[in-house]
Nanobody, 121 residues
Framework: VQLVESGGGLVQAGGSLRLSCAAS????????MGWFRQAPGKEREFVST????????YYGDSVKGRFTISRDNAKNTVYLQMNSLKPEDTAVYYC???????????????WGQGTQVTVSS
């Protein structure tokens, strides 16, 4: 499966962005989808994951209550709604596909190229 992220950009602290990740292929609903992020000089960090049906989701502690993951299987797309953004949310955001619910990057088999999110103070 090929993944293409979009929706990144520059936003002021307290603002919102919605990231999208479009997937190729006809089996999108069978994949668990995740979002990770990587800031300069830091390891790639788990942000959120969602089940194939979209009914189960988990979030990293640093984004819980501010970010919401969702998916539209008819459009082969997963979204990340990011509210109340902080400068520490600045990173390249990646979507990824896995065959199971996972929070570790090593459990994801497919990755997008990433989209930059910059939050100014």
């Amino acid at each position: 499966v090929q993944l293409v992220e979009s929706g990144g950009g520059l936003v002021q602290a307290g603002g919102s962005l919605r990231l999208s990740c479009a997937a190729s292929g006809r089996t999108f609903s069978t994949y668990f989808m995740g979002w990770f992020r990587q800031a300069p000089g830091k390891e790639r960090e788990f942000v959120s994951t969602i089940s194939g049906s979209g009914t189960i989701a988990y979030y990293g502690d640093s984004v819980k209550g501010r970010f919401t993951i969702s998916r539209d299987n008819a459009k082969n797309t997963v979204y990340l709604q990011m509210n109340s953004l902080k400068p520490e949310d600045t990173a390249v955001y990646y979507c990824a596909a896995s065959f199971g619910m996972a929070a570790r990057r090593t459990e994801y088999d497919y990755w997008g190229q990433g989209t930059q999110v910059t939050v100014s103070s």
